[in-house]
C-alpha cells in the first residue's frame, strides 16, 4: 500500500443509496429479502472525513481467530495500541445488520452439495436468472446483466463486496450474491461477506485495496481507537446517483 502513487485511490467508502432514486427499481425491497438494508446506507456519519492512516494500520496488524461455526469468527487488528475486533457482534453494534431473525450460519459441506443439490442454486440457473438469453457462456460481461441485476451489481461493488478493476466483466464470487440479492434466498449473514472479503483483500498479494473505510472506521470509533490527535483526511463521500452510472 505504501508504494502506491495515489495511496487514497485503494481506500473503498461506501455509498449512501437513496430510496427515492433506487427504491421504485426494487433495489430496497431486494435488500430487505435478505435482512441486509443496512448495507444501503452511510454506517458512519462523518461524510468528509477518511481516517486512511488508522485504516492502514488496523489492516495491517489484522489477525483471524480459529472458529468453528460462522458466528465465530473474529477479526482483530491495532490501532494507537488499542485492540479493534470485527465480529458478528460488534459489526451488530454499528448497524442492524441481517435484520431476519438470526441462525447459526455453517458453510455447506461437499456432501451437503451433492446429497442436497434443491437447497443449492446451480451455476448456469444462476446464470440465466442474472444476464440476457445467450449471453452468458464463457466470458460474462457487465454489459450484458438484465437491468436489477446491473443496477444491483453496481451498489455491490462498492457497499457489499467492494472490489477494483473488471470495468467489462462479472467477477464469480458477485453471481451467487446477485443471485440471492434478485430471489431473496439461498440466505447468508452480510456481516460474514464483509468479514471474509476483509480478510481476502487482507492477505492476497497485489490486491493492494481495502474494503468497507466506513464500516472500518465506526468499529475505531466504537472502541475510542481514534484520538484526538488524528484529524483524517479529506474525502467527501458521494452517494449513488443514478443519472451518474452510465449508458445502459
Known amino acids: 500500500m505504501n508504494l502506491l502513487k495515489d495511496k487514497v485511490a485503494a481506500f473503498i467508502c461506501e455509498r449512501e443509496v437513496r430510496e427515492v432514486e433506487f427504491g421504485p427499481f426494487n433495489m430496497f425491497a ?42 465465530q469468527l473474529k477479526l482483530t487488528g491495532t490501532v494507537n495500541l488499542i485492540d479493534v475486533e470485527m465480529s458478528f457482534d460488534t459489526l451488530r453494534k454499528l448497524a442492524r445488520y441481517d435484520s431476519l431473525p438470526a441462525r447459526d450460519y455453517t458453510i455447506p459441506s461437499l456432501d451437503d452439495l451433492l446429497l442436497k443439490p434443491e437447497a443449492h442454486p446451480r451455476w448456469n440457473d444462476m446464470l440465466e436468472a442474472l444476464f440476457l438469453p445467450g449471453t452468458f457462456h464463457g ?33 464469480f464470487p458477485k453471481v451467487p450474491i446477485l443471485y440471492s440479492l434478485l430471489h431473496g434466498s439461498p440466505r447468508f449473514p452480510f456481516r460474514y461477506v464483509v468479514m ?53
Not at 461524510?47 to 472458529?67: P, Q, S, V
Open 139 to 171: 466470458t460474462i460481461y457487465r454489459r450484458n446483466l438484465k437491468i436489477e441485476a446491473k443496477l444491483l451489481l453496481m451498489i455491490c461493488i462498492y457497499n457489499v463486496i467492494p472490489r477494483r478493476g473488471d470495468k467489462q466483466e462479472v467477477r
Open 196 to 248: 471474509n472479503n476483509v480478510w481476502i483483500c487482507r492477505n492476497k498479494v497485489g490486491r493492494n485495496i481495502i474494503p468497507y473505510c466506513r464500516i472500518i472506521t465506526g468499529l475505531l470509533k466504537l472502541f475510542k481507537a481514534i484520538i484526538p490527535e488524528d484529524k483524517g483526511a479529506t474525502k467527501r463521500h458521494k452517494p449513488f446517483d443514478i443519472r451518474r452510472m452510465g449508458v445502459g
Open 30 to 71: 431486494r435488500f430487505r429479502a435478505l435482512g441486509w438494508e443496512a448495507a444501503l446506507s452511510c454506517y458512519e456519519k462523518d461524510n468528509k472525513n477518511l481516517f486512511k492512516d488508522e485504516i492502514h494500520e488496523w489492516m495491517a496488524t489484522l489477525t483471524c481467530n480459529k472458529y468453528d461455526k460462522l458466528s
